[in-house]
């Protein structure tokens, strides 16, 4: 078993950035595939991207894609989510997640979650 707990969300004007962390912590983190998910308010769990164990293999949401970067240290048991020019609709509480097998895109392929981290992206 893994525990996750994110962090480094924030209010951002629109075109800024953020980097959020998730921290891992339990079973060895670099067999763990791992994801950024979202939800905004009113609206469902959205998948936001993905990271295989070695980190040599990402995905990417098409409205995220050349904006967020998702990246892993296995050394220090935490992934990241690198956010670039920010839009408000950007706005959500951003959740990692960790799978034991393939994880990707789709959220009941993920086994752990943690807490979320509130982003909001003033216009």
């Known amino acids: 078993q893994v525990q996750l707990v994110e962090s480094g969300g924030g209010l951002v004007q629109a075109g800024g950035s953020l980097r959020l962390s998730c921290a891992a912590s339990?079973?060895?983190?670099?067999?763990?595939?791992m994801g950024w998910f979202r939800r905004a308010p009113g609206k469902e769990r959205e998948f936001v991207a993905a990271?295989?164990?070695?980190?040599?293999?990402?995905y990417y949401a098409d409205s995220v894609k050349g904006r967020f970067t998702i990246s892993r240290d296995n050394a220090k048991n935490t992934v990241y989510l690198q956010m670039n020019s920010l839009k408000p609709d950007d706005t959500a509480v951003y959740y990692c997640?960790?799978?034991?097998?393939?994880?990707?895109?789709?959220?009941?392929?993920?086994?752990?979650w943690g807490q979320g981290t509130q982003v909001t992206v003033s216009s």
């Open positions: 997640a960790a799978a034991n097998n393939f994880g990707g895109t789709v959220s009941r392929e993920y086994d752990y």
């Open positions: 990271i295989s164990r070695s980190g040599s293999t990402t």
């Open positions: 339990g079973r060895t983190f670099s067999t763990y595939a």
